[in-house]
């Protein structure tokens, strides 16, 4: 099965967690409007300005405002909402009954995007698709539009219209600083003699990891993540999802040394 696949029977969803995030798939977006496929969009936190960026981003691609979900959940604290926000995600999932569902990977970028990937895979039984965010929380200077692990990635290379629109949605953000965000981080790369163009690619995978208890990093990462104190965050909150979700049989199971310090 491609990633990048052109059915036009496919009914697509794509999972964002912070209006901007779709900055990293909006040209995949826009095609599969323009072929024909029925395509969701969802934000997991949203603001009434936010809201606003995000439904002008939509209209520019071509997706129906109706097709639209906002959850209005709490920027930086959407962990410590998974057990309401769970329910909304299965009642959305039921009306738009996707074929695919894209969301952010889980990779310790944004606690966030890591609560909206554990609540894809809690409503969602389907092929869950992940798209490259940024990694990690421990750097200042975080890692943009690439997987830690590269295997199992498709690429899109973006014709020149293509890389027109995604400039011009990165701009469409006013309330957000992401354009100069992106610009800094280009220049960056360029300095450190190891350049990257981001409007020129989209990248995507079929989602390799689905232990929440684990970072999704190769072994030296891993071991850095482990003690960081926003790792640790997760994982309280995680349990806390589980004991709710679950029972608090389930709690026992994911205990570590790591949860209780």
């Not at 099965?1 to 999972?15: A, E, G, H, I, Y």
């Not at 014709?159 to 701009?171: H, P, S, V, Y």
Request: net charge positive; proline share 6%.
């Amino acid at each position: 099965m491609k990633v990048f696949s052109t059915d036009p029977s496919l009914r697509w969803l794509f999972c964002l967690t912070h209006p901007d995030d779709e900055i990293s798939i909006c040209a995949w977006i826009h095609r599969l409007v323009r072929s024909g496929n029925p395509v969701y969009m969802s934000w997991t936190h949203s603001n009434a300005i936010r809201e606003r960026e995000g439904r002008e981003v939509a209209r520019l691609l071509g997706v129906p405002q109706e097709h639209l979900f906002f959850f209005g959940a709490t920027d930086g604290a959407v962990c410590d909402e998974i057990p309401k926000l769970e329910p909304r995600f299965q009642a959305m999932m039921k009306e738009v009954r996707p074929d695919r569902v894209c969301c952010g990977a889980f990779e310790q970028g944004h606690i966030d995007h890591d609560s909206t990937n554990y609540l894809v895979s809690r409503s969602f039984s389907g092929p869950i698709l992940e798209i490259p965010f940024y990694h990690t929380y421990m750097t200042r200077l975080q890692r943009i539009n690439r997987f830690s692990d590269a295997r199992g990635e498709e690429v899109l290379h973006l014709d020149l219209d293509e890389q027109r629109l995604k400039k011009r949605i990165a701009r469409l953000y006013p309330s957000q600083n992401i354009w100069s965000v992106l610009l800094s981080y280009e220049a960056w790369q360029k300095a450190r003699l190891r350049p990257v163009e981001l409007a020129k690619s989209e990248r995507m995978r079929f989602q390799t990891h689905r232990d929440y208890r684990k970072p999704n990093h190769p072994p030296h990462i891993e071991r850095r993540l482990r003690r960081n104190k926003t790792w640790r965050r997760w994982r309280r909150a995680l349990r806390e999802a589980m004991r709710i979700e679950q029972g608090r049989s389930m709690v026992d199971s994911v205990q570590s040394p790591e949860d209780r310090s």
